[in-house]
């Protein structure tokens, strides 16, 4: 059963930077896994941040941004902000399988 | 502006089935790869499968293949999600999501539709 791991939980202070990482059981992610990141809220419904590693979407604040980092998707929060504060989630691709695969998840805290 | 608006959230019994629908507007629906995704109450996402813009491709993920089948109508700019053989642990919101358009990906999700599979 394919794997996708993240740090469940993190926590940041107001302006700091922060790294959120996205691992594979099967291996090394590339850009062939076309990470993808998600933001979600209590009771909303997620939002995307990032695709296919590193690109934005129009609406993606500046302060993200994604990068593949020892062989596992990364991203990155720079200059925290309160309303940063809420759940993270990567997406992966398997291609050989035609497969998406989310990871569990990292709730990040702003304190 | 992007909508996508699911409906057919419903309490059924295991083994039951049910049918989601997604209502899509503001974009050209032909165009785009699109997902079905859900999230069981307090747990995170899992993708659940999609469909190519030729409405014949479609893949799934392990948990539902063999039960869930994904169809869409072009005509009507609508996605489909049949579920057959619900099991509790089926019990989610449904979101229905779009593909990226110039990379695999997902970009624009609906607000979700409850599916409640308990007897």
């Known amino acids: 059963q394919t794997a996708v791991t993240q740090e469940p939980s993190l926590t940041v202070s107001p302006g700091g930077t922060v790294t959120l990482t996205c691992a594979s059981s099967?291996?090394?992610?590339?850009?062939?896994?076309?990470p993808n990141w998600f933001q979600q809220k209590p009771g909303q419904p997620p939002t995307t941040l990032i695709y296919s590693t590193s690109n934005k979407h129009p609406w993606t604040p500046a302060r993200f941004s994604g990068s593949l980092l020892g062989g596992k998707a990364a991203l990155t929060l720079s200059g925290v902000q309160p309303e940063d504060e809420a759940e993270y989630f990567c997406?992966?691709?398997?291609?050989?399988?035609?497969?998406?695969?989310f990871g569990g998840g990292t709730k990040l805290t702003v304190l | 502006e992007v909508q996508l608006v699911e409906s057919g959230g419903d309490l059924v019994q295991p083994g039951g089935s049910l049918r989601l629908s997604c209502a899509a507007s503001?974009?050209?629906?032909?165009?785009?790869?699109m997902h079905w995704v859900r999230q069981a109450p307090g747990k995170g996402l899992e993708w659940v499968g999609n469909?190519?813009?030729?409405?014949?491709?479609?893949h799934y993920g392990d948990s539902v293949t063999g039960r869930f089948t994904i169809s869409r109508d072009h005509a009507t700019s609508s996605l489909y999600l049949q579920m057959n053989s619900l099991r509790v642990e089926d019990t989610a919101v449904y979101y229905c999501?779009?593909?990226?358009?110039?990379?695999?990906?997902?970009?624009?999700w609906g607000q979700g539709t409850l599916v409640a599979v308990s007897s």
């Open positions: 999501a779009r593909g990226t358009n110039d990379a695999p990906g997902i970009d624009s």
């Open positions: 099967t291996g090394a992610v590339t850009s062939g896994s076309y």
């Open positions: 469909i190519k813009q030729d409405g014949i491709e479609t």
């Open positions: 503001g974009f050209t629906f032909s165009s785009y790869w």
């Open positions: 997406l992966l691709y398997y291609g050989e399988r035609h497969l998406w695969v």
